[in-house]
């Protein structure tokens, strides 16, 4: 019998059950058909993010894994929501595989210096078990291959890699040479370098496994702001401000904007429209839950809109007058 890779069992899996949900009879069919497609997602998710992106070879079918995802994601965009957490999982997913499988051809250039650092240190392993302490010709090679082993194990700390084969190299360089020799006290030069690495601080390569909303060609990191430090121009009311003009509210408004924003999140939770279909606390796809979603939609957006006037309406001193900026931003530059 002919092993079937997992990741084509299910990409298959998947790709049947869609197309039976297409065409299956609106009713008890098509909401078992849609159970069982939605089966096959969490089966799809689960084989696509079963194996590290630095492991080498990639599994098979990992290919026709990227493919599959970025026909589904594409005919399915209009419908993402429907889909969370699994659409936004396989969106970042199908990102990462693309990133590894465009790697250059070329190999990164790191992965030529560790292996030189390599050899260096093969070699001076050599000169030590052959050393003769009395043969002074010895004892010079022997130094000689100490001062090369040191030049190209700085020559890669000083290197960054720009591919994810060259970040999996230097990774496990690293680990051979602690666990031989621990040059560095519990590693913790080794372990700055791979997480600069990492966060592309320094590497013009694509290899991060996070996402990023910036320009994918600007991979330098902005200036990291530690927590409860103010994050905003000076002049705009920062959050101690803002808490302030919040408890200054008579109760009373409190408990309405409370309310207000209460229900706004419950009628949201109704609609489903954060859950997955089968997840949802209206499920089904008849007439009746349709409407009930649809209602409970629109009642979060209005409860939404009556949030933001109403809050706007009590804080004049952040938002402003009614149709006028507030002194804050006047004061830096806005018009009244």
């Given at each position: 019998m002919i092993?079937i890779?997992?990741?084509?069992?299910?990409?298959?899996?998947?790709?049947?059950a869609y197309?039976?949900?297409?065409?299956?009879?609106?009713?008890e069919?098509?909401?078992l058909a849609?159970?069982e497609?939605l089966?096959?997602?969490?089966?799809l998710?689960i084989?696509?993010?079963?194996f590290?992106l630095f492991?080498?070879?990639?599994?098979v079918?990992?290919g026709?894994l990227?493919?599959?995802?970025?026909?589904?994601?594409?005919?399915?965009?209009?419908n993402a929501?429907?889909?969370?957490p699994n659409?936004?999982?396989?969106l970042?997913?199908?990102?990462?595989?693309?990133?590894?499988?465009?790697?250059?051809a070329?190999?990164?250039?790191?992965?030529?210096?560790?292996?030189?650092?390599?050899?260096?240190?093969?070699?001076h392993t050599a000169?030590?078990?052959?050393?003769?302490e009395?043969?002074?010709?010895?004892?010079?090679?022997?130094?000689?291959?100490a001062?090369?082993?040191?030049?190209t194990?700085?020559v890669?700390?000083e290197?960054?890699p720009v591919?994810l084969?060259g970040?999996?190299?230097?990774?496990?360089f690293y680990?051979?040479?602690?666990?031989?020799?621990?040059r560095?006290s519990g590693g913790?030069?080794y372990?700055a370098?791979v997480?600069?690495?990492l966060i592309?601080c320094?590497?013009?390569?694509?290899f991060?496994?996070i996402?990023?909303?910036?320009?994918l060609?600007d991979?330098?990191?902005v200036?990291?702001?530690?927590?409860?430090e103010?994050?905003?121009?000076?002049?705009v009311?920062?959050?101690?401000?803002?808490e302030?003009?919040w408890?200054?509210?008579s109760?009373?408004?409190?408990?309405r904007?409370?309310?207000?924003?209460?229900?706004?999140?419950?009628?949201s939770f109704?609609s489903?429209d954060?859950c997955a279909p089968?997840?949802?606390?209206?499920?089904g796809?008849s007439?009746?839950a349709r409407a009930i979603?649809?209602?409970?939609?629109?009642?979060?957006?209005q409860?939404?809109t009556?949030?933001?006037?109403?809050?706007?309406?009590?804080?004049?001193?952040?938002?402003?007058p009614v149709?006028?900026?507030?002194?804050w931003?006047?004061?830096?530059?806005a018009?009244?």
């Amino acid at each position: 019998m002919i092993a079937i890779s997992p990741l084509y069992a299910a990409i298959s899996a998947h790709r049947a059950a869609y197309d039976a949900f297409q065409v299956a009879p609106e009713g008890e069919d098509s909401e078992l058909a849609n159970c069982e497609m939605l089966d096959a997602l969490d089966a799809l998710v689960i084989a696509a993010c079963a194996f590290p992106l630095f492991s080498r070879p990639l599994p098979v079918g990992t290919g026709a894994l990227l493919a599959h995802l970025q026909w589904w994601l594409a005919d399915e965009a209009v419908n993402a929501a429907d889909y969370q957490p699994n659409f936004a999982i396989l969106l970042d997913r199908a990102a990462d595989l693309a990133a590894v499988l465009a790697e250059p051809a070329n190999p990164d250039p790191i992965i030529a210096a560790i292996a030189a650092a390599d050899m260096a240190n093969a070699t001076h392993t050599a000169c030590l078990v052959h050393l003769d302490e009395d043969d002074e010709a010895q004892i010079e090679q022997c130094n000689a291959a100490a001062q090369e082993t040191d030049r190209t194990f700085n020559v890669v700390q000083e290197m960054m890699p720009v591919t994810l084969g060259g970040l999996h190299a230097l990774t496990q360089f690293y680990a051979r040479d602690a666990k031989l020799y621990d040059r560095c006290s519990g590693g913790s030069e080794y372990l700055a370098h791979v997480a600069r690495a990492l966060i592309a601080c320094d590497s013009t390569g694509q290899f991060s496994l996070i996402r990023q909303s910036k320009d994918l060609s600007d991979q330098r990191l902005v200036v990291v702001i530690p927590p409860l430090e103010k994050t905003t121009c000076p002049g705009v009311p920062d959050q101690a401000q803002v808490e302030a003009a919040w408890c200054a509210l008579s109760a009373e408004t409190r408990d309405r904007i409370g309310i207000i924003a209460t229900d706004m999140v419950f009628q949201s939770f109704v609609s489903g429209d954060a859950c997955a279909p089968k997840d949802r606390a209206v499920p089904g796809w008849s007439k009746k839950a349709r409407a009930i979603r649809d209602a409970a939609m629109d009642a979060s957006c209005q409860r939404l809109t009556e949030v933001h006037n109403v809050v706007e309406a009590v804080l004049p001193d952040l938002f402003g007058p009614v149709g006028q900026n507030p002194d804050w931003a006047v004061a830096m530059g806005a018009r009244r």
